[in-house]
């Protein structure tokens, strides 16, 4: 499946080349090697395939056409939740991240949430990254796991 990148999506152009999208014309194996560099789940295409159409937004960064960045969100029960939020290892501290969450908040706003959850890995990097983009750690959590449930109010 080639990778599409929806131009007409952009947000930002930090440079002429950094610029994010929410195509959903996404390659697997991309999104299996960019999550690789960070330890994290593998998945097949048809599992890809499953959580995309199930997703309110996905949201990616790339430079030209090398994928830095991923976000997406869904509905969960009554809440809206995000997952999968990595940045390319070369391309941390940039505001990249934080865009990730500005553009599924505004998406998650247009779509009458008032509080917005998100699904964290324990690893402190992670929490404090949530933390800094107004998050607070919720009582649900999931210990087995290793994972916080976090939330923020966006009303
Ligand atoms: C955590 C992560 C998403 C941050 O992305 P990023 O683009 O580097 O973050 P930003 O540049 O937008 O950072 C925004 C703010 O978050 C905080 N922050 C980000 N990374 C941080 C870190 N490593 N330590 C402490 N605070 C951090 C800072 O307050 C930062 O603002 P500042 O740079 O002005 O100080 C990225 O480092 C990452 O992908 N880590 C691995 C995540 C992972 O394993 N995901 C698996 C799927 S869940």
Request: proline share 3%; charged share 30%; glycine share 4%.
């Amino acid at each position: 499946m080639p990778i599409n990148v929806d131009k007409t999506a952009d947000r930002i152009s930090e440079n002429n080349a950094i610029h994010f999208s929410e195509t959903r014309l996404l390659d697997y194996q991309v999104l299996n090697n960019f999550f690789k560099m960070h330890n994290w789940i593998q998945r097949t295409e048809n599992k890809w395939h499953d959580i995309i159409n199930e997703s309110y937004i996905v949201c990616t960064s790339w430079d030209k056409d090398k994928l830095i960045g991923t976000g997406r969100s869904m509905p969960q029960d009554r809440f809206c939740v995000f997952y999968d939020v990595a940045v390319h290892p070369d391309y941390e501290r940039r505001g990249i991240g934080a865009k990730i969450i500005d553009i599924r908040v505004k998406d998650a706003r247009d779509r009458k949430y008032s509080r917005v959850y998100a699904f964290v890995d324990a690893r402190e990097p992670l929490l404090l990254f949530y933390e800094a983009m107004g998050f607070e750690k919720a009582n649900l959590g999931g210990k087995k796991l290793n994972v916080y449930f976090m939330r923020k109010d966006i009303c």
